[in-house]
Each structure stands twice: as structure tokens, then as C-alpha cells.
């Protein structure tokens, strides 16, 4: 038996070194984004300082950070790397904390059939703006209203295996995939659409940040949900329940390409831990992308979903929601230039006094970037949204109101 054990402790001491040793000498990329904007907003409160505004900046905030985002990739071996991301931002909510950090296996392809998987904290493969680095997105600078509610509430802490078969590698043009998520640590999503809405801007919630709610009268109140905490936490642990999602995907190379998603947090609504209500979130999501010529591309994404919280017997939250853009993207030698427009809604069904969740709103966006040279850029953003919330009318706020919110951003890449 002490042999077996001796033998145990030393494979496992060498498979430590070997793998530290491993670590120690992988090729190592850091990249980052500096950015600084001014801003010009019709903003009273912001959504970040616990208010309902969907936008991020306030009528106060004429010069901020956008973020500063630092991402590293350690590539371990030829088929092993490990990634981390990290952000700053100077506002209401936490200066810095870790948006991604995940280990991933992506061996070479040796034949059309080809496997990757990937374990820790990442944001789920939904979005076609954020392809900058960190999740951001390079135009324009505030996501839509789906990619907005990713980056703040839907974050897989868990394992996900994906299969693909290349249409290079078997004579055709277009490839197949097809992935699945397990998941912890997302129980409370949902609650941010309920109490808030949808909103729209560029500021993602890290791992173990709280952002604080409005000063809803259901919220801590004996007449509503006296055991919820004050502030939002989505990425945490309510009921010892793993979600799930699940993918499929079409793309032909250098064209169109067609994907659906399918999350589903499994969330028991009843549960209650560390002051946070289970939200049983689920959303269906397809996403599309087709380049028109060379230089100009055409993408949509549409969400629907629901979300359920607490007893349906007694004081409960039980929304449907729902959202689509559709955004073109001309580039020219230097500029990019990009309009979108979009739509979003909360529908309130359920009769839970003083808790009315309905939204519904629109917004065009139009973008503008020029590249100085590969690591300066300067953006331009105007914003125009129109909304009904009707979470207002306990602010003695009107339902009905029009926001814009303009941006000049200055960027620096590394």
C-alpha cells in the first residue's frame, strides 16, 4: 500500500514539473487596448451608478476610460494554450477584474473531422461584433443590445467540446460545427433585463463584480423579494445545477455563414444563496453574417427567451424577452464605416405588484473608425434610442423617453 502511494506521489510530482516546466517556457502574446472617449449624453442616471438608463454614460461624464483591456496567450504546447483577459474601467462598479480565463486543447487537423474543447470562464461563441481583443468591438463602440446583455449576464464557467468538419480538408466550401457547454456559476441571469431592461453600451461585468440595483420597491422589501441582495451578481452559484448549451453552425469560407444557439442555465427559481434568487434563464439565438463584396458585410443576430424567479404561487418575476439588429460594415483603405439598427422588448407576465418589468425600445447607431496606422485608431459614435420602461413611473420618471449619446474614442492597440 505505501509503495503504491509512494509511486501515486511521484507521478504526480513529476506531471506538476513536467507541466510547470511546460508553462514556464510557452510562447508567450500579450496584446491590450487603451481607450479614452469623450462624451456628449442626454443621460441622467446611468444603468452602472444604479440607475434604469440603457446607456453607459451620464450628462456628467465629458472625458472617460472606455477600458483598458490586457489579454495574454500562453501556447503551452502545439496543442495546449491558456488565455486571460482583464479589464479596467473608472466607474461605479469594480476598477479591475478578470473578464476571461480558460485552458484550450486545438490540436492540428489531420482530417476533415476535427475536436476542440476548452475549460474555465469564457464568454459563450454568440457574437459577431466582439472580435477585438477582450470581447471588444472595433465598430462601432457600443455593442447591440444582444451583445450588450452577453457581455454583462452570460458567462460559461465550465467546459465546452466542439466538432467541426472542414470543407477545405474534404473538397467542399463550407464548413460544419457543432458544440456543447456545461456550465456553473450563472444562476442569477435574467434578473439584470427584469429589473433593468435592456440596455446598450460596451462595458462588461467581470468574474465576482456586483453592479448595484435601482431602488425598486420590490427589491430587499418585505412586499417583494426580501431576500435579495441590493446589487446584481450573475456569476454565481445558486443551486449545485449545471446548464447547458449547445450549437450549430454553417460557413462557407469567405462567405455566408448561419448559426444557432441554445442556452439554458437551468436555474431552479426558488433557490436562494448568499442573497441571490436562481433565474431559470433560457434563450434561443441565431446569428448571420454574408459579405456582400470585399469591403462591405452585412451581420444580424435576433434573441428570444424567458426567465423565471420564485414561486408562480406567489410574488414572482416571469418575463419573455426579446432582440434583433441588423448592422452593415463598409471598409475603405483607412475608415470603416458601419450603421445598425435594432429592436428590443421585455413582455411582464406576471401580476407581482409594484414589479412592472415591460420594455420595449429601438435604436440606430451609426459608427466611424480611422486608422492612423496599426496601433492608433480614432471612433466616432452617435446613438439615438427610444424606449418605454415602465419601471420608471416608481421614480415619478416618465415611461416614454429618447436618449442619444454621442463619443469620440481615442485607441491605442499593442
Known sequence: MLLKLVKFLSSLLVTVFSFYTSFLYAETRISGLLDLRAVDSNTDISWIDAGLAPTRFAADDDVALGQAVIAAHWQISNALSLDGVTSLYDDAGNSIGINELYIKYAPAPRNPWHIQAKAGSFFPEISLENTGVGWTSRVPLTNSAINTWIGEEVKLSGVQVSLQNLGKMAGREWDFTSSLSLFV??????????????????????????????????????????????????????????????????????????????????????????????WHTRFDHLSFSYPLRTSTRVIAQWLSGSSL?????????????????????????????????????????????????????????????????????????????????????????????????SQLAFQWRF
Open 309 to 405: 424567479m420564485g414561486f408562480k404561487t406567489e410574488e414572482h418575476v416571469d418575463i419573455h424577452f426579446s432582440a434583433w439588429f441588423l448592422s452593415v460594415t463598409e471598409k475603405f483603405t483607412h475608415f470603416r464605416l458601419s450603421i445598425r439598427y435594432e429592436t428590443f422588448n421585455v413582455e411582464d407576465r406576471d401580476r407581482t405588484p409594484m414589479d412592472d418589468n415591460r420594455q420595449k425600445g429601438d435604436a440606430w447607431t451609426l459608427g466611424l473608425r480611422y486608422d492612423v496606422n496599426k496601433s492608433f485608431s480614432v471612433a466616432a459614435e452617435y446613438i439615438a434610442l427610444k424606449e418605454k420602461n415602465y419601471a420608471r413611473k416608481y421614480f415619478n420618471q416618465p415611461i416614454d423617453i429618447g436618449f442619444s449619446q
Open 185 to 278: 456559476n450563472n444562476d442569477p441571469t435574467g434578473s439584470m433585463l427584469a429589473w433593468r431592461g435592456w440596455a446598450m453600451h460596451d462595458r462588461q461585468l467581470r468574474l465576482g463584480e456586483e453592479i448595484a440595483i435601482a431602488d425598486l420597491p420590490t427589491i430587499g422589501s418585505e412586499m417583494g423579494f426580501e431576500n435579495q441582495s441590493p446589487y446584481y451578481d450573475p456569476f454565481t452559484e445558486v443551486d449545485d445545477r449545471p446548464g447547458y448549451a449547445l450549437s450549430m453552425s454553417i460557413k462557407k469560407t469567405r462567405g455566408p455563414g448561419l448559426k444557432y444557439y441554445r442556452y439554458d442555465n437551468r436555474a431552479n427559481p426558488v433557490s436562494v444563496r448568499d442573497r441571490q434568487y436562481g
